[in-house]
């Protein structure tokens, strides 16, 4: 992302919480899951940026935010310069038309009594994309057969098909409405490899073809490495690390990160050189939160000063960002690992 190129999304410091009551023999005691704690980001126009973490990261509740499913108890979310939650009802409707959400299951987000052509076609009407009836089906079909899986399928039940040609018909009723900016919430996590492949290749010839602006949620670091520009690494609600795709796996400077990629599998030199490294302990629990860092207690690095003081997200060199009070120790370790 280049400094000077204003970004078409921005996010700024947003906080989001749950209450949650929990039964003891006190009593019921209220508490709050904290969410997302903090994230400040910015998106340009045509990048695809990708935001990874374990589950319950809060991945998936910062997608939520931005297409306003939740309202954040601090900060906002800006879209093309306008507040999101600040906006009219139908400058709501707009920007939901202009930013479409996948979600992770194509059998729950397809209503098993439409058919798979008229999810599509109802897109189109509901946004005014397209008018009369003959128009707005054969748009649809063009639609299906953009991303691959054919017109012939316009009129089978979703229930006639695999998760895959789903995923497929999610993303072509999402590119009904002429969005800027696709978001993929764990979108292919479902599918088999093949799948899987079928649908990151197709995205990618979408966004030279369209030129959209995608956000892809994954644990999956696989999937990022395939397809984005921009990695942001979070853990626990709160942004770990920020930077360019290649510079963040071949060198990170968060040990969150670090510890991401040595998690995968790899093989370099054949079978018997599978080098995969588990991250140790558990994610702490987001209702009680350690002090300081809360990666301190899975983190070899820790110190008193990590786990007294909670380190701020910094710009530590042109373009890459950490929240991390030994990101050069951290550096050093990878170059010489």
């Known amino acids: 992302m280049t400094n000077h190129e204003p970004p078409i999304l921005e996010i700024v410091d947003a906080h989001k919480y749950y209450d949650l009551k929990t039964l003891t ?15 400040s980001l910015k998106l340009v126009q045509g990048e695809a940026l990708g935001l990874v973490g374990e589950s319950g990261c809060g991945k998936s509740t910062l997608a939520r935010l931005i297409v306003k499913l939740e309202t954040p108890h601090q900060g906002t979310v800006f879209f093309r310069g306008q507040d999101v939650f600040k906006i009219s009802p139908k400058e709501t409707k707009e920007t939901h038309r202009r930013i479409q959400l996948i979600f992770q299951n194509p059998f729950s987000s397809l209503s098993p009594a439409m058919t798979i052509g008229e999810h599509v076609a109802d897109a189109l009407t509901i946004h005014n994309i397209v008018r009369g009836k003959a128009a707005i089906e054969e748009r649809a079909k063009q639609l299906l057969d953009t991303v691959g899986i ?8 979703p229930s006639l098909s695999s998760a895959g040609d789903l995923q497929l018909a999610n993303i072509a009723r999402a590119l009904a409405t002429n969005p800027d900016i696709l978001i993929s919430d764990e979108g292919i996590s479902v599918l088999d490899a093949s799948e899987q492949a079928k649908i990151l290749n197709l995205l990618k010839d979408l966004q030279d073809e369209l030129k959209l602006t995608y956000i892809i949620i994954t644990h999956d670091l696989s999937v990022v490495r395939h397809i984005c520009d921009r990695l942001v690494v979070m853990y626990l609600g709160k942004v770990m690390e920020i930077g360019d795709n290649a510079s963040v796996f071949s060198a990170p400077i968060n040990p969150y990160t670090k510890a ?15 080098r995969m ?15 300081g860092c809360t990666f301190a207690p899975r983190c ?14 910094i710009e530590v060199m042109p373009g890459r960002s950490t929240a991390c009070h030994h990101w050069e120790q951290v550096t050093r370790m990878h170059a010489t690992s």
């Open 25 to 39: 023999v006190f009593g019921r005691v209220r508490e709050k899951v904290k969410a997302v704690r903090g994230v």
């Open 150 to 157: 054919g017109r012939e399928v316009y009129g089978n039940y």
């Open 260 to 274: 991401l990629i040595e998690s995968v599998p790899s093989i370099a030199k054949g079978l018997r050189d599978i």
């Open 277 to 291: 490294t588990a991250m140790k302990g558990e994610v702490p629990s987001p209702i009680h939160l350690p002090p």
């Open 300 to 313: 070899d690095l820790a110190t008193d000063a990590c786990r007294q003081t909670e380190p701020e997200l």
